[in-house]
């Protein structure tokens, strides 16, 4: 399935832009988009995730490293790279303030095509390794 691996290529193209607008085309206006951080649905929402992301990580980079498909599902890994300048979100609402820190993560994400667009993307990503990178001083408690 040769589109479903353009579409992929288009939205990482988009991606290493910043091109919110072209990103949001590779979905479906209903689209459904999951990642450690958290659930959004439609261009909207996946727009401003993408949005926040950009803030926080500037000169952001995706970099394919191995696809794969599986009738109208494509699963991907890459690194991605970029240095943590801006605030970035976390569920919940807190921040964690730009460090300059230079983030370097492995990733991997399983994206469903429908009509010609992706109507679902589920990203994984190690959350505890982005933390640290980005030097967030994460303190754990013990619960009784």
């Known amino acids: 399935m040769a ?3 353009g579409l992929l290529e288009a ?3 988009a991606i290493n832009v910043q091109n919110v607008e072209r990103l949001i085309q590779c979905f479906s206006p209903r689209a459904v988009f999951v990642t450690p951080a958290g659930v959004t649905e439609g261009h909207e929402q996946i727009g401003w995730y993408f949005r926040q992301l950009f803030t926080a990580f500037p000169d952001m980079h995706n970099e394919i490293t191995a696809w794969t498909v599986l009738d109208d599902t494509i699963i991907a890994e890459w690194t991605f790279s970029g240095t943590h300048t ?3 979100l976390l ?3 807190t921040e964690i303030p730009g460090s300059g820190r230079r ?3 492995p990733a991997a994400g399983a994206y469903t095509m429908e009509d ?6 589920r990203v994984y990503y190690d959350q505890l390794a982005l933390y640290r990178q ?3 001083d994460l303190r754990l408690r ?3």
């Open 11 to 13: 939205l990482t193209g």
């Open 134 to 136: 980005t030097g967030c």
């Open 91 to 93: 569920p919940g609402g």
């Open 116 to 121: 010609g667009v992706f109507a679902s993307g």
């Open 3 to 5: 589109e479903i691996g």
């Open 142 to 144: 013990r619960t009784a």
């Open 86 to 88: 801006g605030a970035l």
């Open 103 to 105: 983030v370097v993560l």
